[in-house]
């Protein structure tokens, strides 16, 4: 049995390191629209009305940075890391068709870089069995990623109801459709224009 006096200290050293993990900032990226006028920004290929954002997540939170981190190219390396952190915890779900054919995967969570699983390098081949090799994209809120095949039938039929969700979310991230293939994204469109 630990003397009292240790007990304490012990005590003490739990607290500080729980605070210290509920505190702790991790580098991340994030889509969000260009209206938000977050300080650190960088384009995404075609996009009108997106930026990916830079900053960090601490407690579920998202907070952009002020200025330009002294490393770059080490602050995307650990948000892309952290994408992929998250991606390898989340389950899709398999929207699927009178016939079980997949019309769609979605990926849903409370998490706020739920939609930046679009920026994970493997996102692609782990949906490709579902979808193909070429796939669509849609992010109207941080905590939701739409993905759904070339020949994006349901796209065209859902791009209302994202339009809807993106006006109505507290925190959007676009409004833009993405397609991603063969690991390069760039947007072709956005939801009131309906599927490309």
Request: with cysteine; charged share 20%; hydrophobic share 45%.
């Amino acid at each position: 049995m630990l003397a009292p006096a240790m007990m304490v200290n012990v005590k003490a050293l739990l607290l500080l390191f729980l605070a210290g993990s509920l505190s702790a900032e991790e580098p991340a990226l994030w889509l969000e629209p260009r209206f938000e006028g977050s300080p650190v920004t960088f384009p995404l290929p075609d996009a009108q009305n997106t930026l990916l954002t830079a900053g960090h997540l601490a407690a579920d939170r998202l907070r952009p940075l002020p200025s330009e981190p002294e490393d770059r190219a080490r602050h995307l390396r650990s948000a892309q890391r952290l994408v992929s952190q998250l991606h390898r915890r989340l389950e899709p779900e398999l929207m699927r068709d009178e016939q079980g054919v997949v019309q769609y995967v979605l990926y849903r969570s409370e998490h706020p870089l739920t939609h930046a699983l679009l920026l994970d390098p493997g996102l692609g081949e782990r949906v490709a069995p579902w979808l193909g090799d070429t796939v669509y994209a849609a992010c109207p809120d941080r905590f939701a990623l739409y993905l759904f095949p070339e020949l994006a039938h349901r796209l065209a039929e859902l791009s209302p109801q994202l339009a809807a969700l993106y006006q109505e979310a507290v925190f959007p991230a676009s409004n833009e459709i993405f397609r991603l293939s063969r690991g390069q994204l760039r947007a072709i469109g956005t939801f009131a224009a309906g599927a490309p």
